[in-house]
Protein backbone atom coordinates (compact mmCIF):
# COMPACT_ATOMS: atom_id res chain seq x y z
CA UNK A 1 0.00 0.00 0.00
CA UNK A 2 1.31 3.24 -0.65
CA UNK A 3 2.70 5.14 2.19
CA UNK A 4 1.20 7.95 1.82
CA UNK A 5 -1.83 6.66 2.05
CA UNK A 6 -1.00 4.64 5.26
CA UNK A 7 0.48 7.70 6.92
CA UNK A 8 -2.89 9.67 5.96
CA UNK A 9 -5.33 6.53 7.25
CA UNK A 10 -3.30 6.52 10.57
CA UNK A 11 -3.59 10.13 10.96
CA UNK A 12 -7.54 10.40 10.45
CA UNK A 13 -7.62 7.77 12.96
CA UNK A 14 -5.85 9.36 15.46
CA UNK A 15 -7.98 11.92 14.81
CA UNK A 16 -10.73 10.15 14.91
CA UNK A 17 -9.61 8.72 18.46
CA UNK A 18 -8.59 12.42 20.02
CA UNK A 19 -12.04 13.78 18.65
CA UNK A 20 -14.50 10.52 19.95
CA UNK A 21 -12.35 10.82 23.63
CA UNK A 22 -12.91 14.53 23.63
CA UNK A 23 -16.84 14.17 22.83
CA UNK A 24 -17.33 10.95 25.54
CA UNK A 25 -15.55 13.47 27.92
CA UNK A 26 -17.83 16.04 27.04
CA UNK A 27 -20.72 13.90 26.91
CA UNK A 28 -19.84 12.35 30.59
CA UNK A 29 -18.92 16.24 31.61
CA UNK A 30 -22.64 17.60 30.48
CA UNK A 31 -24.22 14.95 32.09
CA UNK A 32 -25.17 12.33 28.96
CA UNK A 33 -24.63 9.22 30.87
CA UNK A 34 -26.45 10.34 34.18
CA UNK A 35 -29.21 7.67 35.43
CA UNK A 36 -33.20 9.46 35.32
CA UNK A 37 -34.25 8.19 38.56
CA UNK A 38 -34.89 9.97 41.14
CA UNK A 39 -31.78 12.12 40.31
CA UNK A 40 -32.44 15.91 41.00
CA UNK A 41 -31.91 18.81 39.04
CA UNK A 42 -31.65 22.82 40.04
CA UNK A 43 -31.35 21.52 44.13
CA UNK A 44 -28.83 24.21 43.55
CA UNK A 45 -29.80 27.96 42.91
CA UNK A 46 -28.41 29.85 40.28
CA UNK A 47 -26.84 33.13 41.76
CA UNK A 48 -28.63 35.35 39.22
CA UNK A 49 -28.80 38.46 41.24
CA UNK A 50 -32.65 38.15 41.35
CA UNK A 51 -32.61 34.53 42.89
CA UNK A 52 -32.24 35.95 46.56
CA UNK A 53 -35.99 37.10 46.89
CA UNK A 54 -37.54 33.56 46.25
CA UNK A 55 -38.91 31.86 48.47
CA UNK A 56 -40.39 27.99 48.48
CA UNK A 57 -43.22 26.17 49.36
CA UNK A 58 -44.36 22.38 49.20
CA UNK A 59 -47.00 21.72 46.06
CA UNK A 60 -47.92 18.43 45.03
CA UNK A 61 -44.60 16.64 45.73
CA UNK A 62 -42.86 19.42 43.71
CA UNK A 63 -40.58 22.25 45.93
CA UNK A 64 -42.05 25.16 44.00
CA UNK A 65 -39.70 28.44 44.13
CA UNK A 66 -41.66 31.54 43.49
CA UNK A 67 -41.47 35.60 44.20
CA UNK A 68 -43.94 37.03 46.73
CA UNK A 69 -43.75 40.69 47.17
CA UNK A 70 -46.44 43.51 47.75
CA UNK A 71 -49.78 43.95 49.29
CA UNK A 72 -53.06 43.99 47.24
CA UNK A 73 -55.48 41.74 44.90
CA UNK A 74 -53.10 38.73 44.42
CA UNK A 75 -51.41 38.85 40.91
CA UNK A 76 -49.81 35.60 39.37
CA UNK A 77 -47.08 35.80 36.59
CA UNK A 78 -46.09 32.72 34.63
CA UNK A 79 -43.21 33.39 32.82
CA UNK A 80 -42.15 31.95 29.47
CA UNK A 81 -39.44 29.25 27.92
CA UNK A 82 -36.73 28.95 28.76
CA UNK A 83 -36.73 31.51 31.02
CA UNK A 84 -37.52 32.09 34.73
CA UNK A 85 -39.22 34.50 36.98
CA UNK A 86 -35.98 36.36 36.30
CA UNK A 87 -37.98 37.62 33.42
CA UNK A 88 -39.92 39.81 35.42
CA UNK A 89 -37.81 41.40 37.48
CA UNK A 90 -37.75 45.07 36.00
CA UNK A 91 -41.61 44.82 36.52
CA UNK A 92 -42.44 43.16 39.68
CA UNK A 93 -41.14 46.07 41.65
CA UNK A 94 -43.80 48.78 39.52
CA UNK A 95 -46.78 46.18 39.89
CA UNK A 96 -45.91 45.52 43.56
CA UNK A 97 -46.94 49.15 44.54
CA UNK A 98 -50.84 47.84 43.92
CA UNK A 99 -51.29 44.28 44.23
CA UNK A 100 -49.42 40.74 45.74
CA UNK A 101 -47.33 39.81 43.12
CA UNK A 102 -46.84 36.39 42.64
CA UNK A 103 -44.15 34.94 40.06
CA UNK A 104 -43.63 31.16 40.57
CA UNK A 105 -40.49 28.99 38.65
CA UNK A 106 -42.63 27.05 36.32
CA UNK A 107 -41.93 22.86 36.93
CA UNK A 108 -38.63 22.16 34.37
CA UNK A 109 -37.35 25.68 34.64
CA UNK A 110 -35.58 28.05 37.05
CA UNK A 111 -35.14 27.16 40.31
CA UNK A 112 -37.85 24.38 41.08
CA UNK A 113 -36.70 21.36 41.88
CA UNK A 114 -37.62 18.38 39.49
CA UNK A 115 -36.22 14.85 39.33
CA UNK A 116 -34.97 13.62 35.76
CA UNK A 117 -37.60 10.91 35.55
CA UNK A 118 -40.56 13.58 36.44
CA UNK A 119 -43.24 15.00 34.10
CA UNK A 120 -43.33 18.57 33.57
CA UNK A 121 -45.44 18.92 30.81
CA UNK A 122 -48.08 21.79 30.31
CA UNK A 123 -50.28 19.75 32.40
CA UNK A 124 -48.39 19.71 35.43
CA UNK A 125 -47.79 23.31 35.04
CA UNK A 126 -51.89 23.85 35.32
CA UNK A 127 -51.14 21.41 38.35
CA UNK A 128 -48.80 23.29 39.86
CA UNK A 129 -50.04 26.47 39.82
CA UNK A 130 -53.70 25.62 40.95
CA UNK A 131 -52.28 24.02 43.89
CA UNK A 132 -49.71 26.77 44.31
CA UNK A 133 -52.85 29.00 44.92
CA UNK A 134 -54.06 26.74 47.25
CA UNK A 135 -51.40 26.25 49.17
CA UNK A 136 -50.96 30.87 49.29
CA UNK A 137 -55.04 30.73 50.47
CA UNK A 138 -55.88 32.27 47.00
CA UNK A 139 -59.45 31.25 45.55
CA UNK A 140 -58.86 33.38 42.36
CA UNK A 141 -55.95 35.83 41.00
CA UNK A 142 -55.42 38.02 38.18
CA UNK A 143 -52.73 36.53 35.84
CA UNK A 144 -49.82 37.56 33.40
CA UNK A 145 -48.59 34.95 31.14
CA UNK A 146 -46.04 34.78 28.92
CA UNK A 147 -45.11 32.39 26.20
CA UNK A 148 -45.05 28.93 27.95
CA UNK A 149 -47.03 30.64 31.05
CA UNK A 150 -49.10 32.28 28.82
CA UNK A 151 -50.22 28.22 27.82
CA UNK A 152 -50.67 27.53 31.18
CA UNK A 153 -53.18 30.42 31.42
CA UNK A 154 -54.96 28.92 28.48
CA UNK A 155 -55.61 25.87 29.45
CA UNK A 156 -56.52 26.73 33.10
CA UNK A 157 -59.53 28.79 31.13
CA UNK A 158 -60.45 25.43 30.03
CA UNK A 159 -60.31 23.47 33.08
CA UNK A 160 -60.02 25.64 35.75
CA UNK A 161 -61.70 29.48 34.86
CA UNK A 162 -62.77 30.23 38.26
CA UNK A 163 -59.51 30.91 39.13
CA UNK A 164 -58.75 33.52 36.64
CA UNK A 165 -60.01 36.78 37.33
CA UNK A 166 -57.99 39.25 34.80
CA UNK A 167 -55.98 37.86 32.13
CA UNK A 168 -52.99 39.43 30.77
CA UNK A 169 -51.32 37.41 27.74
CA UNK A 170 -48.26 38.33 26.20
CA UNK A 171 -46.50 36.71 23.01
CA UNK A 172 -48.00 33.23 24.34
CA UNK A 173 -47.52 30.05 22.93
CA UNK A 174 -51.13 29.09 21.13
CA UNK A 175 -52.39 26.59 19.39
CA UNK A 176 -50.27 24.87 17.23
CA UNK A 177 -47.98 27.44 16.54
CA UNK A 178 -45.01 26.32 18.67
CA UNK A 179 -42.22 25.83 18.56
CA UNK A 180 -41.50 29.07 16.43
CA UNK A 181 -39.23 28.52 13.81
CA UNK A 182 -36.06 30.98 15.13
CA UNK A 183 -35.97 28.70 18.04
CA UNK A 184 -36.01 25.08 16.51
CA UNK A 185 -32.23 24.81 15.47
CA UNK A 186 -31.57 25.43 19.13
CA UNK A 187 -33.93 22.97 20.29
CA UNK A 188 -33.06 20.49 17.64
CA UNK A 189 -29.28 21.10 18.72
CA UNK A 190 -29.65 21.17 22.27
CA UNK A 191 -31.65 17.37 21.71
CA UNK A 192 -29.09 16.17 19.74
CA UNK A 193 -27.20 12.98 21.75
CA UNK A 194 -24.23 14.09 19.25
CA UNK A 195 -24.45 17.68 19.15
CA UNK A 196 -25.84 18.48 22.53
CA UNK A 197 -22.94 18.20 24.86
CA UNK A 198 -20.81 20.55 22.97
CA UNK A 199 -23.28 23.28 23.32
CA UNK A 200 -23.11 22.95 27.16
CA UNK A 201 -19.69 24.06 26.94
CA UNK A 202 -20.31 26.24 23.93
CA UNK A 203 -22.84 28.15 26.03
CA UNK A 204 -20.28 29.32 28.33
CA UNK A 205 -19.20 31.58 25.32
CA UNK A 206 -20.79 35.38 25.81
CA UNK A 207 -21.35 35.49 21.99
CA UNK A 208 -23.37 32.22 21.88
CA UNK A 209 -25.53 33.74 24.75
CA UNK A 210 -26.58 36.47 22.88
CA UNK A 211 -27.05 34.85 19.43
CA UNK A 212 -29.35 32.04 21.37
CA UNK A 213 -31.34 34.58 23.47
CA UNK A 214 -31.27 37.32 20.81
CA UNK A 215 -33.70 36.11 18.89
CA UNK A 216 -36.07 37.48 21.80
CA UNK A 217 -35.27 40.60 21.29
CA UNK A 218 -35.86 43.60 19.14
CA UNK A 219 -32.58 45.20 19.55
CA UNK A 220 -30.39 42.57 20.98
CA UNK A 221 -27.26 44.19 21.31
CA UNK A 222 -29.18 46.99 23.85
CA UNK A 223 -29.66 43.90 26.35
CA UNK A 224 -26.86 43.19 29.00
CA UNK A 225 -24.13 40.56 28.74
CA UNK A 226 -25.81 39.95 32.65
CA UNK A 227 -28.96 39.36 31.53
CA UNK A 228 -27.78 36.81 28.37
CA UNK A 229 -25.56 34.77 31.18
CA UNK A 230 -28.81 34.66 33.69
CA UNK A 231 -30.75 32.91 31.13
CA UNK A 232 -28.30 30.92 29.95
CA UNK A 233 -26.61 29.68 33.39
CA UNK A 234 -30.32 28.79 34.97
CA UNK A 235 -29.82 25.71 32.65
CA UNK A 236 -25.82 25.02 31.99
CA UNK A 237 -24.61 25.76 35.59
CA UNK A 238 -24.57 21.84 35.93
CA UNK A 239 -24.77 18.48 34.31
CA UNK A 240 -28.69 18.11 35.64
CA UNK A 241 -29.84 21.54 34.87
CA UNK A 242 -28.51 20.73 31.15
CA UNK A 243 -30.45 17.43 31.25
CA UNK A 244 -33.06 18.88 32.30
CA UNK A 245 -33.40 21.21 29.62
CA UNK A 246 -32.87 18.59 26.92
CA UNK A 247 -35.63 16.68 28.22
CA UNK A 248 -37.77 19.28 28.43
CA UNK A 249 -36.71 20.37 24.73
CA UNK A 250 -37.51 17.03 23.65
CA UNK A 251 -41.68 17.41 24.85
CA UNK A 252 -41.51 20.80 22.93
CA UNK A 253 -40.69 19.14 20.07
CA UNK A 254 -43.10 16.66 20.53
CA UNK A 255 -46.56 17.66 18.30
CA UNK A 256 -48.52 15.20 20.90
CA UNK A 257 -47.74 17.96 23.91
CA UNK A 258 -47.54 20.67 21.07
CA UNK A 259 -51.51 19.77 20.58
CA UNK A 260 -51.78 19.92 24.00
CA UNK A 261 -53.12 23.82 23.53
CA UNK A 262 -55.05 23.18 20.81
CA UNK A 263 -57.69 21.68 23.30
CA UNK A 264 -57.60 24.56 25.45
CA UNK A 265 -60.16 26.01 22.32
CA UNK A 266 -62.88 25.38 23.86
CA UNK A 267 -62.54 26.83 27.29
CA UNK A 268 -61.13 30.33 25.40
CA UNK A 269 -64.14 30.61 23.57
CA UNK A 270 -66.25 30.38 26.35
CA UNK A 271 -64.11 32.83 28.75
CA UNK A 272 -65.81 36.07 29.25
CA UNK A 273 -63.67 37.93 31.98
CA UNK A 274 -61.49 40.59 30.86
CA UNK A 275 -58.48 39.73 28.77
CA UNK A 276 -55.95 42.08 27.60
CA UNK A 277 -53.21 41.29 24.87
CA UNK A 278 -50.08 43.26 25.79
CA UNK A 279 -48.00 42.12 22.55
CA UNK A 280 -44.63 42.98 21.51
CA UNK A 281 -45.13 43.71 18.12
CA UNK A 282 -41.31 42.74 16.47
CA UNK A 283 -41.87 39.32 17.91
CA UNK A 284 -40.53 36.77 15.38
CA UNK A 285 -41.12 34.05 16.97
CA UNK A 286 -44.91 34.30 17.87
CA UNK A 287 -45.98 37.24 15.77
CA UNK A 288 -49.11 39.63 15.48
CA UNK A 289 -51.51 37.13 13.88
CA UNK A 290 -51.50 35.06 16.65
CA UNK A 291 -52.83 38.22 18.86
CA UNK A 292 -55.21 38.71 16.53
CA UNK A 293 -56.75 35.38 16.58
CA UNK A 294 -56.47 35.11 20.42
CA UNK A 295 -58.75 38.22 20.58
CA UNK A 296 -61.52 36.33 18.10
CA UNK A 297 -61.75 33.28 19.90
CA UNK A 298 -61.60 34.67 23.44
CA UNK A 299 -65.06 37.05 24.22
CA UNK A 300 -63.84 38.27 27.52
CA UNK A 301 -60.85 40.02 24.79
CA UNK A 302 -60.77 43.62 24.92
CA UNK A 303 -58.06 43.93 22.07
CA UNK A 304 -54.40 43.96 21.91
CA UNK A 305 -52.03 46.97 23.47
CA UNK A 306 -48.91 46.68 20.97
CA UNK A 307 -45.46 46.87 22.10
CA UNK A 308 -43.79 48.55 19.30
CA UNK A 309 -40.30 48.66 20.27
CA UNK A 310 -40.31 44.83 21.76
CA UNK A 311 -40.10 41.77 20.36
CA UNK A 312 -41.01 38.34 22.38
CA UNK A 313 -40.13 39.99 25.85
CA UNK A 314 -41.65 43.37 26.35
CA UNK A 315 -41.45 43.20 30.19
CA UNK A 316 -37.67 43.74 29.62
CA UNK A 317 -37.42 45.51 26.33
CA UNK A 318 -40.26 47.98 28.01
CA UNK A 319 -40.44 47.54 31.16
CA UNK A 320 -42.20 50.84 32.29
CA UNK A 321 -44.44 50.82 28.96
CA UNK A 322 -45.38 47.11 29.79
CA UNK A 323 -45.98 47.92 33.46
CA UNK A 324 -48.04 50.77 32.69
CA UNK A 325 -50.05 48.76 30.41
CA UNK A 326 -50.77 45.85 33.14
CA UNK A 327 -51.77 48.62 35.59
CA UNK A 328 -54.51 50.28 33.79
CA UNK A 329 -55.81 47.28 33.19
CA UNK A 330 -55.58 45.42 35.87
CA UNK A 331 -57.14 48.80 38.21
CA UNK A 332 -60.38 48.50 36.80
CA UNK A 333 -59.52 51.41 34.05
CA UNK A 334 -60.90 51.15 30.90
CA UNK A 335 -57.60 50.47 28.53
CA UNK A 336 -58.13 53.49 26.64
CA UNK A 337 -55.03 54.80 28.39
CA UNK A 338 -52.90 52.47 25.68
CA UNK A 339 -53.56 55.37 23.38
CA UNK A 340 -52.49 54.85 19.60
CA UNK A 341 -51.14 51.51 20.39
CA UNK A 342 -54.17 50.01 21.34
CA UNK A 343 -56.35 48.14 18.87
CA UNK A 344 -59.67 46.85 20.36
CA UNK A 345 -61.66 43.83 20.21
CA UNK A 346 -64.39 45.38 18.32
CA UNK A 347 -62.20 46.48 15.31
CA UNK A 348 -60.58 43.12 14.94
CA UNK A 349 -63.45 40.83 15.18
CA UNK A 350 -64.69 43.24 12.56
CA UNK A 351 -62.38 42.50 10.30
CA UNK A 352 -63.34 38.93 10.03
Not at 166 to 186: C, F, G, H, M
Request: charged content about 20%; aromatic content about 10%.
Amino acid sequence: MNSKVVKAAKGLAGFTAITGLAWLGMAWGSGTFLSREGRWAADTVVNDGFAHQKKYIEVGGVRVAYIDVGQGPPLILLHGCPFSAHEWREIIPILARTHRVIAPDLIGLGDTPVTLDQDYRLPEDVRMVTGLMDALNIPSADFIGHDHGGATVQLMMNSAPERLNRVILTNVEAYDQWPSKPELPYLRGIVNPVTGPLLYYAFRMDWLQRQAFGVAFHEPDKVSQQTYAAFTMQHASTPERWQRLRRFFAWQLDPVHNNITMTAIPGMRRFTRPVLLLWGAKDENFGPAIARRLVRDIPGAVGIGWMQQSAHMPMLEEPEAYAAAAEVFLTDQPPTGLGANFETAQVIRARQ
